[in-house]
């Protein structure tokens, strides 16, 4: 008894071990369909997991069993009441994939965009179960390999469900994620044609300066910082497009990241001692500058520039708090230490 209660543990210990590993490599495989560069923190990851892990699949095979009992049922059920059945059986399923393209992914999804996701990938996985039960139960029951191995033939076959059923729930997250960027997504596709690359353009002054704009206003607003994925969703742009400028600034010593907080970023230095110059030369640190080319035969063009680059220089020597203050952003609301008691 000792022995068999030491084996169901190394078996039990063995099984979440398994379970929290196959977990991790789907949250990875779904972060990295969003784009997302950091996941969550180990807690919120446990949190998460038991949710899924008790939730979806629950869901997931209430609804397969429901139909299945359906099945059996169908000369002794109305019309009405099976077409009933059948819904309410595609509505678990619906609701628990809905569930785990919105938990999943460590970014904001939006819950209608997590609904269409579930709703396609529940239409792809009924079609697909019917169609992989009629080859199973039609084609290949009656093949030669079935007769020769009997119920070991079912093994490739059953690999070979599981793998389309993963390749149809990331195909949802797929769908969600594209439907919740598609403004973005559809901006980046034109300007890549016009630029006839697939590589995302270098980080320019404007955007380097817009990336700090709205660090500074949620931190200005509401203290603390914004992660990655949720500045490209507010500008509206790729993530790979926003992290290039996120090095910048991190590079010249104007954001900082939070540790264990999902890679928020937060000003690095007062923003009453940052103006917006120093946007724009982080950007042209690697580039020439007028008059540091030869001049001779271009005098006038280089005075026009050098004038231009003056007036552009001058007109940057205002400071984000000022721009803050200009726009009206709130501050945070500081919490005041209680005053100390004392006895008389």
């Not at 403004?183 to 980080?203: I, K, N, V, W």
Request: glycine share 10%.
């Amino acid at each position: 008894e000792a022995r068999g209660g030491a084996v169901g543990l190394v078996g039990t210990i063995f099984l979440l071990g398994t379970a929290l590993s196959l977990f991790m490599s789907i949250e990875r495989a779904f972060n990295d369909i969003w784009h997302v560069p950091m996941s969550r923190p180990l807690h919120r990851r446990l949190t998460t997991f038991y949710a899924v892990i008790t939730l979806t699949p629950a869901l997931i095979g209430v609804g397969s069993v429901f139909a299945e009992k359906l099945k059996s049922q169908l000369d002794t059920w109305s019309f009405g009441l099976s077409i009933g059945a059948g819904a309410v059986s595609f509505a678990l399923t619906v609701l628990g994939l809905t569930l785990m393209y919105k938990l999943l992914p460590h970014t904001h999804v939006k819950w209608k965009v997590a609904t269409a996701g579930g709703v396609w990938a529940a239409v792809t996985l009924q079609i697909g179960r019917s169609l992989f039960n009629y080859y199973a139960g039609s084609i290949y029951s009656g093949s030669v390999q079935s007769k020769i191995y009997g119920a070991f033939s079912l093994i490739p076959v059953f690999f070979l469900w599981v793998y389309l059923t993963w390749a149809l729930v990331l195909g949802g997250n797929i769908l969600a994620y594209m439907v919740q960027n598609r403004e973005s997504l559809t901006r980046a596709l034109l300007r890549r044609r016009r630029r006839q690359s697939g590589a995302p353009a270098p980080p320019n002054g404007y955007l380097v300066t817009r990336v700090f704009f709205l660090i500074a206003r949620h931190f200005r607003r509401r203290g603390g910082g914004l992660d990655p994925a949720t500045l490209a969703a507010d500008l509206q742009i790729e993530a790979d497009e926003v992290v290039p400028a996120l090095r910048l600034l991190r590079e010249g010593g104007l954001v900082l990241e939070v540790v264990g907080n999902g890679g928020e970023l937060v000003p690095a230095r007062p923003l009453d001692d940052i103006r917006l110059a120093e946007f724009y030369a982080l950007c042209d640190d690697d580039g020439y500058a007028p008059g540091e080319l030869p001049v001779r035969g271009f005098e006038t063009v280089e005075a026009c520039l050098t004038q231009a680059e003056a007036a552009r220089d001058a007109s940057l020597q205002v400071t984000v708090e000022a721009l803050l203050d200009e726009a009206g952003v709130g501050r945070a609301p500081v919490s005041t230490p209680p005053e100390p008691v004392i006895d008389d």
